[in-house]
């Protein structure tokens, strides 16, 4: 009896190695951390909207920049691992072979998915949306390597996840997934075979030594770079002349001010350009270097956020034809958010 | 209470080789080296069983081409699986025999598989 359990065991344990035999090398672990690091943090300084203006052209080069990094570092590391593979004598289980073409799928994903925002909206989530997409790719993995990879993976899903339900600032997503990929990659791929044969408390108490260690860089840095107040004078809407150098202009509640719209397309255009006179609900202050706007603000009494770091977004969500009369009348509604509201105390 | 016990396959039934199916079977295709590494045996030792069973056709090799050399490939063949399958069933009654109550059951080792 008790040699047909060990028996039945023993096969169960191959049969799960089996399964179980896809393994990434060290460089894989290297070059997708490193290059999804740099990409999460580099993109937004390359590719600009000063060299770029053009909104079609930011698009297309944003995503021949990604094509060009993600296809090189897939095509060098299936390379180096099909190398890695024949010197040691060992083959590429069918598994691994498989799941790398779905990761590849991922990434092409993730890419498409950042050029299609230039166009459909969603910007503001892109970097939570890397983090998803990461997150499925390592879980995929670690369904056919081990288990502490496949917790792993689901974990970094939900990191994504909570980055946009807790609505973290557009900066902080970015570092997260920098950090995601730069550490989050290697030091599973270090950690999994020491805890692989451990008990479920040990790779819980290591998951959430993975999740510290990736959480915590991403929010020291966006603790330690917080946006710099203006030096300067502070200055109402009805100072006579605004000196040179740097301001603040404080903008008070129920200030109006004037929207203009400048509307482009094929069907309507906005000739003669009208304005939209909205009033302020909360004090603002707007940073001014030499009397123009330099991309800070601050709702309330918040922190100082700057504009490039993902800033008030206008949100249309519905637009109707209307008849008043006679006559058709588009209406719209929309709203103009800012993730930092939420702090803000009116 | 008598029970009809299943007869296992003496060719499976050596930790070494029951292993090797096992393997190749949750893996599809290794190489010698793979093969090797999941096992932990001697190359000798891993050469003689799998010797065995490519002769009695529960095992196939093919030569696959690995850049500048060929590398030879096992894998299981239909008839493997199929083996592997009964053997595992085998096992299952003999341990089922073996919780009925009352069930008089013999130790496996009484089996003396030819290795």
């Given at each position: 009896m008790a040699d047909a359990y060990r028996e039945l065991d023993s096969?169960?344990?191959m049969l799960a190695?089996?399964?179980?035999?896809?393994?990434l090398e060290r460089h894989s672990l290297l070059l997708i951390g490193a290059v999804g690091g740099f990409l999460s943090v580099g993109t937004d300084w390359v590719i600009t909207k000063d060299r770029f203006p053009d909104q079609n052209e930011h698009a297309l080069a944003l995503l021949l920049w990604l094509t060009f990094w993600l296809a090189g570092v897939s095509l060098l590391d299936h390379w180096l691992t099909r190398r890695a593979r024949q010197r040691r004598a060992e083959t590429l289980p069918f598994a691994q072979a498989q799941i790398t073409r779905a990761w590849w799928m991922l990434l092409s994903v993730g890419t498409l998915s950042s050029f299609a925002m230039f166009f459909y909206g969603g910007g503001e989530m892109i970097y939570a949306?890397?983090?998803?997409?990461?997150?499925?790719?390592?879980?995929?993995f670690g369904l056919f390597s081990r288990p502490l990879v496949e917790?792993?993976?689901?974990?970094?899903?939900?990191?994504?996840?909570?980055?946009?339900?807790a609505k973290l600032p557009f900066g902080a997503t970015r570092w997260l997934n920098a950090s995601c990929f730069a550490i989050g990659i290697p030091l599973a791929g270090w950690l999994a075979p020491r805890v692989d044969a451990r008990s479920w408390i040990t790779r819980i108490g290591v998951l959430l030594v993975w999740i510290c260690a990736v959480v915590a860089p991403a929010l020291l840095i966006v603790k330690s770079t917080p946006v710099v107040s203006p030096s300067g004078r502070v200055l109402s809407l009805g100072s006579s002349a605004i000196p040179g150098g740097e301001q603040t202009l404080r903008l008070e509640p129920g200030t109006r001010l004037p929207l203009q719209i400048d509307l482009d397309g094929a069907i309507l255009t906005t000739q003669p350009q009208p304005a939209l006179a909205l009033t302020l609900m909360l004090p603002v202050d707007l940073a001014l270097q030499d009397g123009q706007p330099e991309g800070r603000y601050r709702l309330g009494d918040g922190v100082w956020r700057a504009m490039h770091d993902g800033g008030p977004r206008l949100v249309i969500d519905a637009i109707k034809i209307h008849m008043d009369g006679s006559k058709p009348e588009i209406r719209v509604h929309a709203r103009l958010s800012d993730r930092s509201l939420s702090a803000v105390r009116p | 209470m008598t029970s009809k016990l299943p007869t296992l396959d003496p060719l499976l039934h050596q930790p070494a080789r029951t292993q090797i199916v096992?393997?190749?079977?949750?893996r599809g295709e290794a190489s010698f080296t793979d093969l090797k590494?999941?096992?932990?045996?001697?190359?000798?030792?891993?050469?003689a069983h799998l010797g065995k069973l490519v002769e009695a056709g529960l095992v196939e090799s093919h030569e696959a081409c690995a850049g500048s050399r060929a590398q030879t490939v096992f894998s299981l063949t239909p008839a493997g699986r199929a083996a592997l399958k009964q053997y595992v069933a085998h096992l299952s009654a003999l341990m089922n025999i073996g919780t009925r109550k009352g069930a008089k059951v013999p130790a496996l080792a009484r089996l003396n598989p030819k290795s």
């Open positions: 096969i169960h344990s190695l089996g399964h179980r035999s896809v393994r949306l890397w983090i998803v997409l990461l997150g499925l790719g390592i879980y995929l917790w792993i993976g689901i974990a970094t899903i939900l990191l994504g996840v909570l980055a946009l339900a | 096992a393997f190749l079977s949750g590494l999941a096992l932990e045996v001697t190359d000798g030792n891993l050469g």
